[in-house]
């Protein structure tokens, strides 16, 4: 057994399900007892679908136990096909029917039901979300392509994009209109929006195009070695990526590739002189593993921020994430513990933090601003505006998203020049976000109030454990800070002073001082000058 | 002059029931926690179940609340179905490092939920043993909330049901009002009753362990929610006596939900009326106001929370809207039976689910409100329907007469936004 607060992934079933909604003309038939129905709210609510997931939950009931549940699900099953006339379904078992061993797959099989029958063997207590995506979808790629010749065109297929995925309906219009630009065309996208027909379609494209390594690439893979088609492995994300992305393309298809780079703002955005200010600010990536690693690229070459840690949550990913940051010179944490994760930002209080949904809030409770790069989604994920993260337009929008959280330049130098100013202090906040300025209070420790804003929604009760709040920063317990020192350094901005504070104290004990003086505070500030 | 009257072609006490059985719609019981663990504030509720019961209880709230908060799961490992861990010892390691991490909980439910009651865990044997270990700081129960035995707002039900047991023994007569409220409902119904000169009142579940609830022959309970069967039975086991009412939505509900407790108390007629005559008359002005969109128009309920049948005898006989199906997971007709007294005849009353046949007859009837689950109301309104989705009815305070009108007004806003919506293009 494993404890656990909150989860990065959801069960595998619900990865079948991000496959199955993102289709259609599908439909999963899933063994399941009342109540695991709640994934329907994840893309009807989540994602403002206006139709229901495509899924069938046999509902089964503890009286049906000892009964016959294997007899409830095929009347399921046939009822599913009969209303809903799907060109192919999959089957499969949630975590409590994986343990009654009805075998739906093997019962399906059986029913002659005059369409494709996709068994799926989701083991729900090993594995998580992207691997029921994942696997689902290559099932369905094996089951359902058929070999066939090449079109004569040269074209490609986009493999990946699923229901629920962080920001794919706008990646694949902006890989799609760059491909046709570059003069390739798309064959088939899959899953979003493919129909069974359109899958088995896939083989007659020249090469495959892998936006979405975490949902994509076991049928990107299979579809290589059954069928003869190579694909892409830089992921789009940022101007570099996209450049590389392109040669990529020019060394598949053996075609020089002329592309028009003048829709893209990022390169000048980031070179003029207002984005100086962004020079080294020092931010932490976590997320599923691909987004981390494009966005690490981003973040330190085409923004300027210093790299200080970065992490995901899906191991599958572990081994190029681990070597990615082995090459920034940076730990790499690999973990779904959520409360991990937060106390490595404690630890590394960066000035940004690069993450999820999960990591926002943690950034809420601990004054760090947050960009959010990666699922798991949020309501706030799916925005009305076209708002790609992949391609050119893509690059526009991350430099705008990673901006956006941050103090921007000037406001940063008057924070610093007036750090007294009752209405315009740093606990007011960044002055173009709205609602949650709030006036100096006259409070013994300001820290604590600018780590845990006022504007954060969770009461007071809620918060993390105060063990691992009030734990002293390390060393702090053998150091003191004399009292004009802390004084000293509450004027220093909040997004700041973190790093000032602990640049500080590892000065201090690399010099073998016992007390900090405000003295201390500059020359540690003068050494970590940069 | 307190009791509502009856409705003139009869009441739907003995209407026909259509019960269905197919694809449920619906939250499995362990989505009580999230506003159980909110209420109990000194209370833990460990899951022993799967990544997907995590996964619910994350997503179930619609919003996620990212805090630490007092929940949590025991995720189920392959070493656990395997027979390699022997469950009752991990059990006692997970509730080792729980109670190290919180040191401030003083009531830690262990629930059960579908795996662990397929795999037969027998938590009640790890919450006697825990509870032995940890007295008397820490008292350890359990229920289950696994969607194979409970739905929804039964995951409640099942938690109290397991706490009657254990409240202390006493001859006090008391009333003890039974359902988890709002602490600021809570706190009017205390002062309503109180000025009515019934002190003492007890709640369950109560805020913290030690403002604890005894029970005994002299208690006399009333539900302040209509999905507490088990409950219901628990302290009539412990010799305690059920005060049957309407539930106290509306003015009319809350009217005589009080005027029933009154009764027993022996408050006399004009104290009755002293205390709730100002309260009642906002109530109805607050009330009057709200409906106005709803006046005239048809509702559709979906089965939900178990407030189904109270919430469409308050939408019917006090703001004008007429039922076409009213939807109920369960019916007790001990519990609700005063509302369906009152529910003028003419709904559909169904009960259990086949969420596709159910939808054939909502499509069907088009009900200018269709109160229905987070999963059904977006595809929904896409055909045009217009939707309350019914977690907020359990979400929100919306009980007694200062709420009255908010609870009209949960009903009547999308009809208004509806209304107001200029978004179509021009034909």
Same mark, same amino acid.
């Given at each position: 057994?494993?404890?656990?607060?909150?989860?990065?992934?959801?069960?595998?079933?619900?990865?079948?399900?991000?496959?199955?909604?993102a289709?259609?003309?599908?439909?999963?038939?899933l063994?399941?007892?009342?109540?695991?129905?709640?994934?329907?709210?994840?893309?009807?609510?989540?994602?403002?679908?206006?139709?229901?997931?495509p899924v069938?939950?046999?509902?089964?009931?503890?009286?049906?136990?000892?009964?016959?549940?294997?007899?409830?699900?095929?009347?399921?099953?046939?009822?599913?096909?009969?209303?809903?006339?799907?060109?192919?379904?999959?089957?499969?078992?949630?975590?409590?029917?994986?343990?009654?061993?009805d075998?739906?797959?093997?019962?399906?099989?059986t029913?002659?039901?005059?369409?494709?029958?996709?068994?799926?063997?989701?083991?729900?207590y090993?594995?998580?979300?992207?691997?029921?995506?994942?696997?689902?979808?290559?099932?369905?790629?094996?089951?359902?392509s058929?070999?066939?010749?090449?079109?004569?065109?040269?074209?490609?297929?986009?493999?990946?994009?699923?229901?629920?995925?962080?920001?794919?309906?706008?990646?694949?219009?902006?890989?799609?209109?760059?491909?046709?630009?570059?003069?390739?065309?798309?064959?088939?996208?899959?899953?979003?929006?493919?129909?069974?027909?359109?899958?088995?379609?896939?083989p007659?494209?020249?090469?495959?195009?892998?936006?979405?390594? !975490?949902?994509?690439?076991?049928?990107?893979?299979?579809?290589?070695?059954?069928?003869?088609?190579?694909?892409?492995?830089?992921?789009?994300?940022?101007?570099?990526?996209?450049?590389?992305?392109?040669?990529?393309?020019?060394?598949?298809?053996?075609?020089?590739?002329?592309?028009?780079?003048?829709?893209?703002?990022?390169?000048?955005?980031?070179?003029?002189?207002?984005?100086?200010?962004?020079?080294?600010?020092?931010?932490?990536?976590?997320?599923d593993?691909?987004?981390?690693m494009?966005?690490?690229?981003?973040?330190?070459?085409?923004?300027?921020?210093?790299?200080?840690?970065?992490?995901?949550?899906?191991?599958?990913?572990?081994?190029?994430?681990?070597?990615?940051?082995?090459?920034?010179?940076?730990?790499?944490?690999?973990?779904?513990?959520?409360?991990?994760?937060?106390?490595?930002?404690?630890?590394?209080?960066?000035?940004?933090?690069?993450?999820?949904?999960?990591?926002?809030?943690?950034?809420?409770?601990?004054?760090?601003?947050?960009?959010v790069?990666?699922a798991?989604?949020?309501?706030?994920?799916?925005?009305?505006?076209?708002s790609?993260?992949?391609?050119?337009?893509?690059?526009?929008?991350?430099?705008?998203?990673?901006?956006?959280?941050?103090?921007?330049?000037?406001?940063?130098?008057?924070?610093?020049?007036?750090?007294?100013?009752?209405?315009?202090?740093?606990?007011?906040?960044?002055?173009?976000?709205?609602?949650?300025?709030?006036?100096?209070?006259?409070?013994?420790?300001?820290?604590?109030?600018?780590?845990?804003?006022?504007?954060?929604?969770?009461?007071?009760?809620?918060?993390?454990?105060?063990?691992?709040?009030?734990?002293?920063?390390?060393?702090s317990?053998?150091?003191?800070?004399?009292?004009?020192?802390?004084?000293?350094?509450?004027?220093?901005?909040?997004?700041?002073?973190?790093?000032?504070?602990?640049?500080?104290?590892?000065?201090?004990?690399?010099?073998?001082?016992?007390?900090?003086?405000?003295?201390?505070?500059?020359?540690?500030?003068?050494?970590?000058?940069? | 002059?307190?009791?509502?009257?009856?409705?003139?072609?009869?009441?739907?006490?003995?209407?026909?029931?259509?019960?269905?059985?197919?694809?449920?719609?619906?939250?499995?019981?362990?989505t009580?926690?999230?506003?159980?663990?909110?209420?109990?504030?000194?209370?833990?509720?460990?899951?022993?179940?799967?990544?997907?019961?995590?996964?619910?209880?994350?997503?179930?709230?619609?919003?996620?609340?990212?805090?630490?908060?007092?929940?949590g799961?025991?995720?189920?490992?392959?070493?656990?179905?395997?027979?390699?861990?022997d469950?009752?010892? !991990?059990?006692?390691?997970?509730?080792?490092?729980?109670?190290?991490?919180?040191?401030?909980?003083?009531?830690?439910?262990?629930?059960?939920?579908?795996?662990?009651?397929?795999?037969?865990?027998?938590?009640?044997?790890?919450?006697e043993?825990?509870?032995?270990?940890?007295?008397?700081?820490?008292?350890?129960?359990?229920?289950?909330?696994?969607?194979?035995?409970?739905?929804?707002?039964?995951?409640?039900?099942?938690?109290?049901?397991?706490?009657?047991?254990?409240?202390?023994?006493?001859?006090?007569?008391?009333?003890?009002?039974?359902?988890?409220?709002?602490?600021?409902?809570?706190?009017?119904?205390?002062?309503?009753?109180?000025?009515?000169?019934?002190?003492?009142?007890?709640?369950?579940?109560?805020?913290?362990?030690?403002?604890?609830?005894?029970v005994?022959?002299?208690?006399?309970?009333?539900?302040?929610?209509?999905?507490?069967?088990?409950?219901?039975?628990?302290?009539?086991?412990?010799?305690?006596?059920?005060?049957?009412?309407?539930?106290?939505f509306? !003015?009319?509900?809350?009217?005589?939900?009080?005027?029933?407790?009154?009764?027993?108390?022996?408050?006399?007629?004009?104290?009755?009326?002293?205390?709730?005559?100002?309260?009642?008359?906002?109530?109805?002005?607050?009330?009057?106001?709200?409906?106005?969109?709803?006046?005239?128009?048809?509702?559709?309920?979906?089965?939900?929370?178990?407030?189904?049948?109270?919430?469409?005898?308050?939408?019917?006989?006090?703001?004008?809207?007429?039922?076409?199906?009213?939807?109920?997971?369960?019916?007790?007709?001990?519990?609700?039976?005063?509302?369906l007294?009152?529910?003028?005849?003419?709904?559909?009353?169904?009960?259990g689910?086949?969420?596709?046949?159910?939808?054939?007859?909502?499509?069907?009837?088009?009900?200018?409100?269709?109160?229905?689950?987070?999963?059904?109301?977006?595809?929904?309104?896409a055909?045009?329907?217009?939707?309350?989705?019914?977690?907020?009815?359990?979400?929100?305070?919306?009980?007694?007469?200062?709420?009255?009108?908010?609870?009209?007004?949960?009903?009547?806003?999308?009809?208004?936004?509806?209304?107001?919506?200029?978004?179509?293009?021009?034909?």
């Open positions: 057994m494993k404890l656990t607060v909150w989860t990065y992934e959801g069960p595998p079933h619900v990865g079948a399900m991000r496959v199955a909604t289709m259609k003309g599908l439909h999963y038939v063994h399941a007892p009342q109540g695991d129905t709640y994934a329907d709210l994840l893309f009807t609510m989540i994602e403002r679908r206006n139709h229901r997931p069938t939950y046999t509902t089964f009931q503890a009286r049906d136990l000892g009964a016959d549940t294997a007899n409830l699900f095929k009347t399921a099953c046939q009822e599913a096909v009969d209303r809903f006339k799907p060109q192919a379904i999959i089957v499969g078992a949630s975590c409590t029917a994986e343990l009654i061993q075998d739906p797959g093997g019962m399906a099989e029913m002659d039901l005059g369409i494709p029958v996709i068994p799926l063997e989701l083991p729900s090993q594995r998580k979300e992207n691997f029921g995506a994942d696997e689902t979808f290559f099932q369905i790629v094996k089951h359902l058929k070999p066939q010749g090449r079109t004569n065109r040269i074209t490609c297929n986009i493999l990946g994009p699923t229901a629920l995925g962080f920001r794919n309906r706008d990646d694949v219009e902006e890989i799609t209109g760059l491909l046709s630009d570059l003069g390739i065309v798309v064959n088939v996208v899959a899953p979003l929006n493919a129909t069974p027909a359109d899958i088995a379609r896939l007659a494209a020249h090469f495959n195009v892998l936006l979405y390594p !975490e949902t994509g690439e076991a049928a990107a893979r299979w579809l290589e070695k059954n069928h003869d088609q190579p694909f892409t492995k830089v992921v789009p994300i940022g101007a570099g990526a996209t450049r590389d992305f392109i040669a990529e393309l020019a060394r598949i298809t053996g075609k020089p590739l002329a592309y028009d780079e003048s829709r893209l703002r990022l390169p000048w955005w980031s070179a003029s002189v207002d984005s100086t200010y962004l020079t080294g600010k020092r931010v932490f990536l976590f997320g593993g691909s987004h981390v494009a966005m690490a690229r981003v973040a330190r070459d085409e923004m300027g921020f210093e790299v200080i840690g970065m992490g995901c949550y899906n191991r599958e990913m572990a081994r190029p994430l681990r070597a990615m940051a082995k090459e920034y010179g940076v730990e790499a944490l690999i973990t779904d513990d959520y409360l991990e994760v937060e106390r490595t930002l404690e630890e590394l209080s960066p000035e940004m933090i690069l993450g999820t949904q999960m990591e926002r809030h943690i950034g809420k409770r601990l004054g760090i601003p947050c960009a790069i990666s798991p989604v949020h309501v706030q994920d799916f925005p009305a505006r076209y790609p993260v992949m391609g050119f337009e893509g690059a526009n929008v991350l430099f705008d998203t990673l901006v956006h959280p941050l103090v921007m330049g000037l406001e940063e130098h008057l924070l610093t020049m007036f750090r007294e100013d009752f209405e315009f202090h740093d606990e007011a906040g960044a002055s173009h976000h709205g609602g949650h300025a709030t006036r100096r209070i006259a409070e013994p420790d300001q820290e604590v109030a600018a780590r845990q804003p006022a504007q954060d929604n969770a009461p007071p009760d809620l918060s993390i454990s105060d063990e691992a709040k009030e734990e002293p920063a390390s060393g317990d053998v150091l003191v800070w004399l009292a004009d020192a802390e004084r000293e350094l509450k004027k220093i901005p909040f997004f700041v002073r973190g790093k000032a504070r602990r640049n500080t104290e590892s000065y201090a004990a690399e010099k073998g001082l016992q007390k900090i003086s405000v003295e201390t505070l500059y020359e540690a500030k003068a050494h970590y000058a940069r | 002059m307190n009791a509502p009257t009856l409705p003139v072609g009869g009441g739907c006490r003995t209407a026909p029931v259509l019960k269905e059985r197919g694809q449920r719609e619906v939250f499995c019981g362990l009580g926690i999230i506003w159980l663990h909110r209420k109990m504030q000194d209370a833990f509720f460990l899951v022993v179940g799967s990544r997907t019961c995590a996964h619910l209880l994350q997503s179930a709230a619609g919003v996620m609340i990212f805090a630490e908060p007092r929940f799961t025991a995720i189920l490992e392959e070493t656990d179905l395997a027979g390699l861990a469950s009752q010892k !991990e059990v006692d390691r997970v509730v080792e490092q729980l109670l190290a991490r919180r040191p401030d909980i003083r009531q830690l439910f262990l629930v059960g939920s579908c795996p662990s009651e397929v795999i037969k865990i027998d938590l009640s044997r790890a919450a043993r825990l509870s032995a270990k940890h007295a008397p700081h820490v008292r350890v129960l359990n229920y289950s909330g696994s969607g194979i035995e409970t739905t929804f707002t039964q995951g409640e039900d099942a938690a109290l049901a397991c706490m009657v047991p254990v409240l202390p023994e006493t001859d006090a007569r008391e009333l003890v009002v039974v359902g988890a409220l709002p602490d600021v409902v809570e706190d009017q119904m205390i002062a309503l009753l109180s000025a009515m000169g019934i002190d003492n009142v007890r709640c369950l579940p109560a805020q913290r362990i030690d403002g604890e609830t005894g005994g022959p002299n208690t006399v309970f009333a539900l302040a929610q209509p999905f507490l069967g088990d409950t219901h039975a628990a302290l009539e086991r412990r010799g305690a006596r059920h005060i049957p009412a309407p539930f106290p509306g !003015e009319e509900g809350t009217t005589a939900w009080l005027a029933a407790i009154a009764a027993e108390f022996d408050v006399p007629a004009q104290t009755f009326e002293a205390v709730t005559d100002a309260p009642r008359a906002r109530a109805r002005k607050a009330v009057a106001q709200a409906s106005e969109h709803l006046n005239g128009k048809s509702v559709f309920f979906f089965p939900d929370s178990q407030l189904e049948i109270p919430l469409a005898r308050f939408l019917t006989r006090e703001c004008g809207m007429t039922a076409i199906e009213v939807g109920s997971p369960y019916i007790h007709d001990a519990i609700v039976g005063p509302d007294d009152l529910l003028p005849q003419g709904p559909v009353i169904s009960e689910q086949d969420v596709e046949k159910q939808l054939d007859r909502a499509r069907a009837a088009r009900a200018d409100l269709t109160v229905c689950g987070l999963g059904l109301a977006n595809p929904l309104e055909e045009g329907l217009a939707t309350k989705w019914a977690i907020e009815l359990v979400f929100t305070p919306v009980h007694f007469y200062e709420q009255a009108g908010d609870l009209a007004g949960l009903f009547s806003r999308p009809l208004r936004r509806k209304s107001i919506l200029k978004v179509e293009a021009a034909e």
